[in-house]
Nanobody, 128 residues
Framework: QLQLVESGGGLVQPGGSLRLSCAAS????????IGWFRQAPGKEREGVSC????????NYADSVKGRFTISRDNAKNTVYLEMNSLKSEDTATYYC?????????????????????WGRGTQVTVSS
């Protein structure tokens, strides 16, 4: 069974940092682009950052550019999202998902419909 499991969320003060992990089981991440998405209460799920299967191409939402960094370790079958300078508006449930869509091969587009095998999410709360 193909499964993605997110971890690393928590409560952090504004300006703080967290590192999220997305671990795969039942399949090899090497063949998939991976995306991080988030959903705040009452809002639609939005793309945060995506990375190609090789790790050579990445994509970021404007709201997180310069603060978040996506990376992958295919040997560990894991993708990471390093989040720095966190703001209250980053509060959301964060999900990872996998894609083999042609739209994520060269430049991984963070469009939810291109992704599947969604994890259950990890909560990130930024508050003082």
């Amino acid at each position: 069974q193909l499964q993605l499991v997110e971890s690393g969320g928590g409560l952090v003060q504004p300006g703080g940092s967290l590192r999220l992990s997305c671990a795969a089981s039942g399949f090899t991440l090497n063949y998939y682009a991976i995306g991080w998405f988030r959903q705040a209460p009452g809002k639609e799920r939005e793309g945060v950052s995506c990375i190609s299967k090789s790790g050579g191409s990445t994509n970021y939402a404007d709201s997180v550019k310069g603060r978040f960094t996506i990376s992958r370790d295919n040997a560990k079958n894991t993708v990471y999202l390093e989040m720095n300078s966190l703001k209250s508006e980053d509060t959301a449930t964060y999900y990872c998902a996998a894609s083999r869509s042609p739209h994520t091969i060269v430049q991984p587009m963070c469009v939810t419909s291109f992704y599947s095998n969604w994890g259950r999410g990890t909560q990130v709360t930024v508050s003082s």
